[in-house]
């Protein structure tokens, strides 16, 4: 299966690479030619244009926007006059679920087929993620070739056109709580020395200690706790600072 791939941020730019590692040609297209002639280097096909990315794929086409929401839409105009009906487009920007609905009764009138596919986590080298998709069916399980290249640890197919999207929303918003009842956590450790000082023990709490034998089998050990621990750090190295969490 031919893939191209448009937008080549941090996203696009993994999913091109994990196809290549695969032997899957990919075609690459991004309005920073730096970015497609780095790509290139790696075996990756360079395309000048969108158009000239649909000419090269065979049909039917599978083609992988990223990015940000805001260019969606664009680029779905750009790839209209040339996109033929069986073709597939995989949004896995950020878009709300609700945009993906509309896009896909847009390109369904096409007999085009869109699939929005939401990301839990970070597709890059060393991160865990999951990918969630919203749609056709019949269209997603057609994937599941490309998606266990790209996704090995998990993907699932969610439901009809936005599930993905609204799937991903709900899992971001639970971590972002996450994140900040561990921020407020550590805040309060750092604290705990100062603010009870004239009501109780004086703490001096030892935090990388603390947060080491929480990783080593506390239920609040998690890949976002990890994350808070190193934004936390790198905020407050300067002054009272959280030190290094041990490996």
Do not use: K
């Amino acid at each position: 299966m031919h893939v191209g791939v448009i937008h080549l941020g941090r996203t696009g730019t993994f999913i091109v690479r994990r196809l290549l590692a695969a032997d899957r040609r990919c075609v690459v297209y991004d309005r920073s030619a730096r970015t497609v002639v780095e790509l290139a280097a790696e075996r990756a096909h360079g395309a000048a244009s969108v158009p000239d990315l649909v000419n090269e794929l065979d049909g039917p086409r599978t083609i992988w926007l990223t990015g940000r929401a805001s260019e969606i839409d664009p680029t779905i105009s750009e790839l209209l006059p040339y996109i033929e009906p069986d073709d597939v487009i995989l949004d896995c920007s950020d878009s709300d679920y609700a945009d993906s609905v509309r896009r896909a009764a847009e390109l369904a009138v096409r007999h085009v087929h869109y699939l929005d596919v939401g990301i839990c986590g970070e597709m890059q080298a060393g991160s865990s993620y999951c990918l969630m998709l919203g749609g056709d069916e019949s269209i997603a399980r057609s994937l599941q070739p490309l998606l266990e290249l790209l996704a090995p640890r998990g993907y699932l197919y969610c439901g009809p056109a936005g599930a993905g999207r609204f799937v991903a929303t709900i899992h971001d918003g639970i971590e972002c709580r996450m994140t900040a009842a561990y921020s407020e956590g550590f805040r309060m450790l750092r604290a705990a020395s100062t603010a009870w000082t004239d009501h109780g023990p004086d703490y001096e709490f030892a935090l990388s200690d603390i947060v080491d034998i929480w990783r080593r089998g506390a239920p609040v050990a998690s890949p976002v706790m990890d994350r808070a621990v190193r934004e936390q750090a790198a905020a407050n190295e300067a002054s009272c600072g959280l030190p290094e969490m041990r490996r």
